[in-house]
C-alpha cells in the first residue's frame, strides 16, 4: 500500500471507507455512486436540480444488472442510497468525497470551495474534472490541499480506469490516499507525476477524435469507416497491450528500440494531421527503457501468446453477445 503519511489522524484508512458522498448526480455523478454502490458502500448524494433523485435512482437501477453480472462487493444494495437534501447534509460524515459537477470552471471553483467548507475538515476531496487542472479549480478553498482529481472514463460503474493528480496546493498524502481508495474501490489508478490538460486518457482519445473530424470535414472516410477501423482494427489489441506495447511487438526480436530506428522516419509522413514531435536521442531511449520496464522480461513470443490470447477473448465475447442482441431482435420481429 502506498505511504499516506501526514493524513490527519481522523482520516479513514483507503480501505476503511464506508461512506462516500457524491456531489452532482448527472452522467457521471450518477455512474459514480452506482460504482459505489456495487462495492457495497453506503452513498450520500446531492444535486440541486429539481428531478435529480428520480433520474439518479433510474441510473442506478438501469446499471444494476451490469454490474450484477460483473459482479457486486459484500453486502452491496441500492438501498444503501440516500439522497440528501441539502449538499451539508450529504458530506455529513462521510469518508470521501466525489465532486461530479458540469465541466464549467466557475461552478468547479465555487462548489468545491463550498464542499471543502461544509465536508468534515480531514476528508480527501476529489473532483471528477476531464480537464480542468486542480490548481485552476482550488483557488478558493480554505482547505486546498486535501482537494485532487480523480478522473474516471465514462460509465464509471464499467470502465475501471481512474487518473489521479493534485494541485500546486495539494499534498501529497491527499494524491496518496485517494489513489489507494480508489484502488480498495474497485479502481484500476494512475497516479500522474505533474498536472497535464485533459490528463493522460482524454490526450489520447482526442488526438483520434480530431484526426476522425479532419477525415470526415474532408471526405477522406466515413464515420463508419473509422470506427470499424478501430473496433476490427488497433481497437483490439489496445484493449490490453496499448500503443506502445503494440508497437514494441512491431518491431520484432529488435523490439521498441528496432520499430523506433526502423520506422522512425514515418513519423514524418502525413498520416495525421498532429504533429509528431522530433524523435530525439532521448526521446528513444525513454520509449525504450519505458517499454522494458512494461515487458518485464517477457520475451516476444510469450507477449504474442497473450496478445492473442486477449485477442481471441475478446472476439469471442463480443461474438457472443452480437449473437445474443441478433436473437432478441429476431425475437422482437416474431413477436411484432
Keep these: 500500500m502506498a505511504e499516506t503519511s501526514g493524513a490527519p489522524a481522523a482520516t479513514a484508512a483507503p480501505g476503511e471507507v464506508r461512506t462516500v458522498a457524491c456531489v452532482g448526480a448527472g452522467v457521471i455523478g450518477g455512474g459514480w455512486v452506482a460504482h459505489f454502490l456495487a462495492r457495497g458502500y453506503d452513498v450520500r448524494a446531492w444535486d440541486p436540480a429539481p428531478d435529480a433523485e428520480r433520474r439518479l435512482r433510474d441510473l442506478v437501477r438501469s446499471a444494476w444488472p451490469a454490474l450484477t453480472r460483473l459482479g457486486l462487493a459484500e453486502g452491496a444494495s441500492m438501498d444503501r442510497l440516500t439522497v ?14 466525489q465532486e461530479s459537477a458540469p465541466e464549467r470552471l466557475d461552478l468547479k471553483v465555487s462548489l468545491l470551495a463550498e464542499i471543502d467548507e461544509a465536508a468534515p475538515e480531514h476528508v480527501v476531496i476529489g473532483s471528477s474534472t476531464s480537464g480542468y487542472s486542480m490548481s485552476e479549480m ?20 464499467l470502465v475501471p480506469l481512474v487518473e489521479v493528480v493534485g494541485g500546486t496546493s495539494s499534498e501529497r498524502w491527499a494524491v496518496e490516499w485517494a489513489s489507494e481508495f480508489y484502488r480498495a474501490a474497485g479502481k484500476q489508478v494512475i497516479t500522474m507525476d505533474r498536472e497535464l490538460p485533459g490528463f493522460i486518457g482524454n490526450r489520447i482519445q482526442e488526438a483520434a477524435w480530431r484526426e476522425a473530424l479532419h477525415m470526415v470535414a474532408n471526405g477522406e472516410a466515413t464515420v463508419e469507416q473509422i470506427d470499424r477501423s478501430m473496433t476490427a482494427g488497433m481497437g483490439l489489441r489496445w484493449a490490453f497491450f496499448g ?10 526480436e529488435g523490439g521498441m528500440a528496432h520499430m523506433l530506428d526502423h520506422f522512425g522516419p514515418s513519423l514524418e509522413a502525413p498520416w495525421t494531421r498532429l504533429a509528431a514531435p522530433e524523435l530525439t536521442t532521448e526521446l528513444r531511449d525513454a520509449m525504450v527503457a519505458g517499454t522494458d520496464e512494461v515487458v518485464a522480461g517477457r520475451g516476444n513470443a510469450e507477449l504474442i501468446e497473450q496478445r492473442d490470447r486477449r485477442m481471441i477473448a475478446v472476439m469471442r465475447a463480443l461474438a457472443e453477445v452480437e449473437a445474443e442482441e441478433a436473437a432478441e431482435r429476431a425475437a422482437g420481429e416474431g413477436s411484432a
Excluded at 84 to 97: K, Q
Excluded at 140 to 154: I, Q, S, T, Y
Design 84 to 97: 440528501a437534501p441539502t449538499l451539508a447534509e450529504a458530506v455529513a460524515g462521510a469518508d470521501f468525497v
Design 243 to 252: 500503443p506502445c506495447l503494440t508497437f514494441h511487438l512491431a518491431g520484432g
Design 138 to 157: 482550488q483557488v478558493k478553498a480554505a482547505r486546498p490541499e486535501r482537494l485532487v482529481v480523480g478522473h474516471p472514463f465514462n460509465p464509471p460503474y
